[in-house]
């Protein structure tokens, strides 16, 4: 151990690897002397350095930002959407959260909605559909408004900020028994709903992202609330309930 506390591990990791659509398996690695300072996502760095110095394909996986703001990381750790870290994405969990000698699966994403496009690396263009049938206002164009002209409460203000946090990573998706979207489709809506501009398409916005998740291949949810519990941004179950509350109005008063 260093002066820092840092100690360095050997791991075994059993990796999904992944060419096309069918042909799946895992396969064996060695981790050694990975720092307990360094990042889930730096050590697989490491281990793919080893794989090319060998002539070998390194593992696909995504990544972007590695602060825990873009959503593109994206492992089943283990069996747990982004490891045993609650709050954390992938990308911000540290070694030092494992042991020496332990032995980790790796595997991507499992959902209908999100196919395996390569190793570890899941297709989430499922995400941007949703979004994009409802997860904006209509507003016309113009100059800015003073942002004082608009009076929005602190408690508001803060429930829409809450839900602003999702960044789309699909964790709730993948952490869910039924790969239900609802935290993140609840997520997106309510962000919205608490904000005087959010107003008028609160109802329609939720049929319409709902009704789209459902045509992407997104199950229902059943209150296992893993989703909540797998979320890196912690957005609180709360956001689905007034999800479902806009969408029930929304289709009781549709004109068909
Ligand atoms: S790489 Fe951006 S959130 Fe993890």
Not at 226 to 249: G, L, N, S, W
Request: charged share 25%; with cysteine; hydrophobic share 40%.
């Amino acid at each position: 151990m260093s002066a820092s506390g840092e100690k360095l591990l050997n791991l075994t990791l059993q990796v999904w690897r992944q060419k096309t659509a069918s042909d799946g398996h895992f396969e064996t690695y060695q981790a050694k002397k990975i720092s307990t300072e360094q990042s889930f996502l730096e050590m697989l760095d490491l281990v793919n350095e080893d794989l090319i110095g060998q002539g070998k394909e390194p593992i696909a996986f995504d990544h972007d930002c590695r602060e825990g703001i873009c959503g593109m990381c994206s492992l089943m750790i283990n069996g747990e959407a982004h490891g045993p870290e609650t709050g954390t994405t992938t990308c911000q969990l540290h070694m030092r959260h494992f042991k020496d000698g332990d032995e980790i699966v790796v595997e991507p994403w499992r959902a209908r909605a999100f196919p395996v496009l390569r190793d570890l690396v899941v297709d989430r263009s499922a995400f941007d559909r949703i979004q994009q049938a409802g997860g904006y206002v209509s507003v016309n164009v113009g100059g800015a408004p003073d942002a004082n002209a608009v009076p929005i409460s602190k408690k508001e203000a803060d429930l829409a900020m809450d839900a602003a946090a999702c960044i789309g990573c699909g964790a709730c998706v993948a952490a869910c028994p039924n790969a239900s979207a609802m935290l993140y489709v609840g997520a997106k809506v309510s962000q919205f709903r608490h904000l005087p501009q959010g107003q008028p398409e609160k109802a329609q916005r939720a049929l319409n992202m709902i009704t789209r998740a459902d045509k992407e291949g997104f199950g229902s949810c059943r209150n296992h609330f893993e989703c909540e519990a797998a979320c890196p941004k912690e957005i609180p179950r709360r956001v689905m309930a007034e999800t479902f509350r806009d969408f029930t109005a929304a289709a009781l008063t549709r004109e068909s």
